[in-house]
């Protein structure tokens, strides 16, 4: 016997079942860690604009301190997001 054939309509056998399978579940690891590493980076991009809100020039304060806080709460969306598989409301969507 060889390897099970496709049946009429079925575009693969099982073994290459395994392959796609395989090949889904890098893409996955691959996109949690770059969420993981966007996650990272917003945090500290919030971190610096809100050091720089706390001692910039006057003019530039506010901006500072909004784009601070619009970073860190992206931040904390993707991190519920990996950590909980929450899925995004209109709200959520809009934050991003």
């Known amino acids: 016997m060889g390897a099970?054939?496709?049946?009429?309509?079925q575009r693969y056998s099982l073994g290459s079942r395994t392959?796609?399978?395989?090949?889904?579940?890098?893409?996955?690891?691959?996109?949690?860690?770059?969420?993981?590493?966007?996650?990272?980076?917003?945090?500290?991009?919030?971190?610096?604009?809100?050091r720089l809100g706390a001692s910039g020039q006057s003019e530039l304060r506010h901006r500072f301190r909004?784009?601070?806080?619009?970073?860190?709460?992206q931040a904390e969306l993707i991190r519920q997001i990996l950590l909980h598989g929450a899925m995004l409301s209109g709200g959520d969507a809009a934050a991003l």
Do not use: F, M
Not at 19 to 25: A, D, G, I, R
Not at 37 to 50: C, I, N, T
Not at 66 to 73: G, L
């Open 66 to 73: 909004e784009k601070a806080s619009t970073q860190a709460e």
């Open 19 to 50: 392959v796609q399978e395989s090949l889904l579940s890098e893409q996955s690891e691959s996109l949690e860690r770059a969420l993981w590493a966007a996650v990272r980076a917003l945090e500290e991009s919030a971190a610096l604009s809100h």
């Open 4 to 9: 099970p054939r496709a049946r009429c309509g």
